[in-house]
């Protein structure tokens, strides 16, 4: 994805489901028992199958409506019936269509109990979602104070984390494309996190943590620490016999193994 604010780390949000636990895998690995997998609790699974379901069920008339390169009131209609129908907004009570933010107005404001969580912006069916509609709806975002900002041509799906600040931090935690390669059922459950159960328990704020703490640059920035450094220095030594400055194998690891993206 082209150069969004803040450089954001591109995430594509595949989910697995049932979850192991891993706690108890290693719990049991000492009785030698099975692994054991994590109970969903049925507003999940119940959650999970209607989003699967309408995945499955809108596949033609996004395809339609692809295939028209229908406009962009078109596509919002779609989506609108998309959010109600498989993602279980109520359409007067949790969406707020052409919301006013500073003389200009987003698409949806999405409230959850009368809390407005994020904003929702939608593109005509065929067009690219780029840095330019990140940074239109993170201005409504920045003005109102509000984390999570979607955006979606009904095809490709994006969730954006903003993290207030000087400079702001604008991080990609979910991506998932419709008419992609890839069954229903995994589409579905990539979209869970979007749904109103879902983010009424802020699981996609844990989602996103788990991507923040593994992206690129968080890794990039453990493996050029110290005390990473020290330890490369000392397998070195071990297996080579030379004693490397730590300044030079820092200075190797970003000019020539790591990406520059990364530790920029």
């Not at 078109?74 to 907004?89: A, K």
């Amino acid at each position: 994805m082209s150069e969004h604010a803040g450089e954001p780390v591109v995430v594509h949000g595949q989910v697995d489901v049932p979850v192991v636990d891993v706690g108890a895998v290693a719990e049991d690995a000492k009785v030698g028992k099975p692994a054991q997998q994590r109970t969903v609790p049925k507003w999940e699974s119940d959650a999970r199958d209607r989003i699967r379901a309408a995945v499955k069920r809108f596949n033609k008339p996004l395809s339609d409506l692809v295939g028209r390169d229908a406009n962009e009131g078109d596509t919002r209609l779609l989506v609108t019936d998309f959010l109600c129908e498989g993602m279980g907004y109520d359409k007067y009570e949790d969406l707020t269509t052409e919301y006013q933010v500073k003389g200009e107005f987003a698409d949806y404001g999405l409230r959850i109990e009368k809390q407005l969580l994020a904003f929702i912006e939608v593109k005509r069916c065929t067009q690219k979602l780029d840095a330019r509609h990140l940074r239109q709806v993170q201005m409504y975002a920045v003005n109102e104070g509000v984390e999570w900002m979607i955006l979606t041509n009904g095809q490709v799906w994006q969730a954006w984390h903003m993290t207030a600040g000087l400079p702001v931090v604008v991080e990609l935690a979910l991506e998932v494309e419709l008419l992609g390669a890839g069954s229903s059922a995994a589409k579905g459950d990539a979209l869970f996190y979007l749904c109103k159960e879902a983010f009424k328990r802020r699981l996609i704020d844990d989602l996103w943590r788990a991507r923040a703490a593994t992206s690129p640059k968080s890794l990039a920035n453990v493996i050029l620490s110290g005390a990473v450094i020290e330890e490369i220095r000392k397998e070195l030594r071990r297996r080579t016999g030379h004693n490397a400055e730590p300044s030079e194998i820092s200075r190797i690891l970003r000019d020539q193994v790591l990406r520059p993206e990364s530790v920029a």
